[in-house]
């Protein structure tokens, strides 16, 4: 048996086998902090003692490389070293490690603490921010105390790399051709870990939480991106299968890789586009190769974010075009800024709500900030000169939002043609209808919109009233629901009588169980992540829409979650058992749910 | 007054003075720091008490958290062998602003 299990969430399937090597680049927030035996006690105020005197070094070094002119730097570093001196703070850390038998690091800590309490509390804004000094030399002695980081070059063999979190700058470092995975502690579905793995074609699993405490540097470990999973110190047993299961996989992404070029039509003559959620422009070449014959969710945060200053409305419009170009004539669906909740600008500091989730984000930040939105109305514009776009508004729970968007919009037309800038007049505009409210009144919004696609992820998380990042209601984000399910049906109705398109790109789509339902709501096309989309355009292609039709028949009439969810595994699992073999983690997620 | 009620409380042995904190800025870090390191050249344990804060004169990180402002009343007060000289050192560097303002 393994060592221990510990559950995450897949954001690239497959299997990785491999060792574990540890990026710690946050190490400075994760001190390891421990209590250790009374013989070790000597040894840690040694290391303390140690890391204490090389901050000196360091700082007298630098003291004596500052040019005399300078004469106020040095005194400032004067002021450090004798902070670094003082035997208040070293002696509460000391007395921290014998009395408490904490590490050198955590007794620094919180001696560090203890002060940063007392500092707080006095009134002289100037002293109190002396405590920048204090925190400047501790951390110096902090890193004495962990030592130097690792090298990313410093990789041997073949690993997998598990870090609490992988920034962007992090995974452009990394050498892909000696990384078998990765597994982080931070990060949601569409984190741009995510993305990179699911580019490179490498497992991945994000909110590991458990991960630090249990995985150590070298241990053998599985990812196991089918079920949502690591093993750690896996036994032989468990090795054969999932050697076997890995090869297994290989094979069958092989032969649905080989077929995605097919068109996704049903045995029976049904057709349904499938088309690509994609953030980066990179993505485009997997969203070619997998057969996507769309972007039917072009998320457009990722420009505002990780950055001081906002987009340049140039900037924007030049990669707005390139995409539309690379892609044309193959259509290119625009969300707008749907920021907030867990995604800010610098620039406009974070927003911070008590329900950031039911507070100032997509449409209605964008309403607030018309510039903002204006520039990138206008690029989108500017790029629907060269080729198939559309533009879509996120989160609108109403006519008078839609309104006021489309009419922004139109403003910055006027604009345009005033200004001679190409256009197209005749550029497609939709919604996103993931609000309760937008679905209870989607025969009016239809009625002054192009096109509907239904955003599956947040209109679960506001029918069912959870937050689905909070990690003790999320077992209530449940696809199935009979609530969710005849939503999406009434959505799918209202929008073809009024004769517009609807689709539908939440992870339902992309989710193996859901797409036959979906498909006998006949909806017009799907949006999904890239990688998902050779197996679920192959399910189509073997589906028939009668059965789809019978399923969804059936699946309407059940009245509770649990009810659904046996229905749609027995019979999905009687047509496409192959498939499913690789998706148990669909299934132990709506045993938990059901 | 205060001065003679001070004088009482002290311990046998104990050398105590009054000083004001002249410069504009206060005890700041770098005046603090200096009192920090000339006190850390004698051998007597030495505080500083403001008010009803007493603090120990070898630690810059105490002697900042007294947020003494300029105009205020220090007691020095320290106890050893060499208790007499190291208040002598200490109240020049008061009486000199800490050689910050001429």
Redesign the interface.
């Known amino acids: 048996m393994a060592r221990v299990v510990i559950p995450g969430i897949s954001v690239s399937t497959g299997i990785a086998i491999g060792k574990a090597f540890f990026l710690n680049r946050n190490r400075l927030a994760h001190l390891p902090r421990l209590t250790v035996a009374d013989e070790a006690v000597p040894h840690e105020l040694d290391r303390l003692a140690q890391a204490f005197r090389q901050a000196e070094e360091e700082l007298a070094a630098a003291r004596d490389k500052v040019p005399a002119e300078l004469q106020e730097h040095r ?2 570093i ?2 450090h070293l ?2 670094l ?5 070293r002696g509460s850390a000391r007395s921290y490690i014998a009395d408490m038998r904490l590490n050198a690091e955590w007794a620094l800590e919180k001696a560090l603490g203890d ?1 940063e309490k ?2 707080g509390a ?3 804004v ?2 109190r921010e ?1 405590m920048q ?2 925190r400047f030399v501790i951390v110096k002695v902090q890193s004495h105390l962990i030592g130097e980081d690792k090298d990313l070059r410093s990789i041997q063999g073949r690993v997998i790399i598990m870090a609490h979190d992988l920034t962007p700058a992090d995974t452009v470092e990394l050498d892909v051709n000696k990384i078998l995975g990765f597994a982080t502690v931070q990060g949601g579905k569409t984190s741009h870990t995510g993305i990179m793995a699911r580019t490179l074609g490498i497992p991945a699993m994000v909110g590991v939480a458990d991960l630090e405490s249990h995985v150590l540097e070298g241990d053998f470990v599985v990812i196991d991106g089918l079920a949502g999973k690591i093993v750690v110190d896996p036994d032989e047993d468990e090795l054969t299968s999932y050697n076997e299961l890995s090869a297994q996989f290989e094979d069958y992404t092989r032969r649905i890789i080989r077929e995605c070029q097919l068109p996704a039509e049903t045995s029976d003559g049904y057709r349904v586009q499938v088309m690509a959620n994609i953030e980066l422009l990179e993505e485009v070449a997997a969203v070619l190769d997998r057969g996507g014959e769309g972007i039917g969710l072009y998320r457009t945060e990722y420009s505002y974010l990780n950055r001081t200053d906002l987009p340049s409305e140039e900037e924007l419009a030049e990669k707005y075009s390139d995409l539309v170009s690379i892609m044309a004539p193959r259509r290119v669906i625009f969300r707008t800024l749907d920021l907030g909740a867990d995604k800010f600008i610098q620039s406009f500091g974070s927003l911070e709500e008590p329900n950031p989730a039911l507070g100032m984000r997509a449409i209605r930040f964008c309403l607030r900030h018309p510039d903002l939105f204006r520039s990138q109305l206008r690029a989108i514009c500017r790029a629907s000169a060269y080729g198939n776009a559309s533009i879509m508004f996120p989160m609108i729970s109403g006519l008078k939002e839609l309104r006021r968007a489309k009419s922004l919009l139109r403003d910055t037309q006027d604009e345009l043609r005033r200004e001679g800038v190409p256009f197209n007049e005749e550029m497609p505009v939709g919604i996103m209808v993931e609000l309760p409210s937008a679905v209870m009144i989607a025969e009016f919004l239809a009625d002054e919109c192009d096109f509907f696609s239904i955003g599956t992820n947040d209109l679960i998380q506001y029918s069912v009233g959870i937050d689905r990042t909070n990690r003790h209601v999320s077992y209530l984000y449940q696809p199935l629901h009979p609530a969710v399910l005849r939503a999406i049906k009434h959505v799918t109705d209202a929008a073809h009588q009024a004769g517009i398109e609807v689709s539908l790109c939440g992870e339902v789509a992309s989710d193996p169980f859901c797409v036959p339902i979906i498909m006998g709501m006949q909806v017009d096309s799907i949006s999904l992540t890239p990688q998902a989309i050779p197996g679920i355009k192959r399910i189509i292609r073997q589906a028939r829409m009668s059965d789809c039709r019978d399923l969804l028949r059936e699946v309407l009439s059940c009245r509770t979650v649990g009810r659904v969810n046996r229905l749609v595994k027995e019979t999905i699992f009687k047509r496409f058992p192959e498939e499913l073999t690789f998706f148990a983690s669909l299934l132990d997620n709506e045993e938990h749910g059901g | 007054m205060n001065e003679a009620r001070d004088a009482e409380a002290a311990l046998p042995g104990e050398v105590t003075r009054r000083v004001v904190v002249t410069n504009q800025l206060g005890l700041h870090a770098r005046p603090a720091g200096k009192l920090a390191q000339t006190a850390q050249n004698f051998k007597a344990s030495i505080s500083i008490v403001c008010q009803d804060q007493e603090v120990d004169a070898k630690s810059i990180l105490e002697i900042l958290t007294l947020a003494a402002a300029q105009g205020s009343a220090l007691d020095l007060r320290a106890k050893g062998e060499d208790a007499a000289q190291a208040v002598e050192s200490l109240e020049r560097l008061f009486r000199s602003k800490f050689g910050e303002e001429r």
Not at chain 1, 85 to 89: C, E, I, Q, S, Y
């Open positions: 005194l400032i004067d002021s004798m902070m001196k003082d035997p208040k703070l002060l007392t500092f006095l009134d002289d100037y002293i002396r000094d204090v």
